[in-house]
């Protein structure tokens, strides 16, 4: 068997630990109340890229090399999500919050973390990373990894809080500009 249909084998065994995940109520604050993080179906993955979208757009013509995610379109999302797939996140019955992972071997990656402006410093970002460790437990994967970058200090500072440590720095791929890459990981198991 090649190395491709083993890994997309391993992947769909993954995937099947999935199944059965249930949505979990969590507390925010400011104001106090529930929000509902769930994985998301594929109906709702056009609503993922209109959070992720409306996310991204404070850094419009701020980063060099831009962010993807600010352009992103909804083929590409939903084409970064078929190695694994997304949560979202509810308060009452308006989608807030959003954010993909990727099934790899040894790990989850999680990307495009997304919470609508008028609703950040909830603690809403702080509960889909809890849901993803519960993605990640059920598919026996110990470690979980993510991208910043180095000018994104606040998001740095957020997931240290969750127990992430920075795994590298590497200039990006797409310039020779200051801003790096920051690689991060939180090993939980
Ligand atoms: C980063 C983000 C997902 C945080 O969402 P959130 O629900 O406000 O996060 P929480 O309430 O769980 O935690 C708040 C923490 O998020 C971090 N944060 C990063 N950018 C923030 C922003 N613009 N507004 C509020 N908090 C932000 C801070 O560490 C903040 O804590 P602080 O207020 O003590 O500084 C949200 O700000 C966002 O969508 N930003 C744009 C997209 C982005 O940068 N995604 C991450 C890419 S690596």
């Known amino acids: 068997m090649s190395e491709d249909a083993q890994t997309g084998n391993l992947r769909e065994v993954l995937r099947s630990c999935l199944r059965g995940i249930d949505p979990v109520d969590v507390p925010i604050t400011n104001p106090l109340g529930t929000a509902t993080i769930a994985l998301a179906h594929p109906q709702q993955f056009a609503c ?7 996310a991204f757009a404070e850094y419009d013509g701020k980063l060099n090399p831009p962010s993807p995610a600010v352009t992103i379109t909804l083929d590409e999302l939903t084409e970064q999500m078929a190695e694994g797939g997304g949560v979202i996140a509810y308060v009452g019955d308006l989608p807030v919050g959003s954010a993909l992972f990727r099934l ?23 509960a889909i990373l809890d849901y993803m460790e519960i993605i990640a437990a059920a598919a026996g994967l110990g470690e979980m990894r993510l991208g910043t970058r180095v000018s994104m200090e606040r998001n740095i500072a957020l997931y240290e809080r969750h127990g992430y440590v920075i795994t590298s720095e590497q200039p990006h791929p797409a310039t020779a500009g200051p801003d790096k890459v920051v690689w991060m990981a939180r090993r939980f198991k």
Do not use: C, F
């Open 104 to 126: 790899r071997p040894d790990h989850l990656y999680i990307g495009r973390l997304s919470v609508l402006p008028p609703m950040r410093g909830r603690g809403i970002a702080s």
């Open 48 to 54: 993922m890229h209109e959070i992720t979208r409306r």
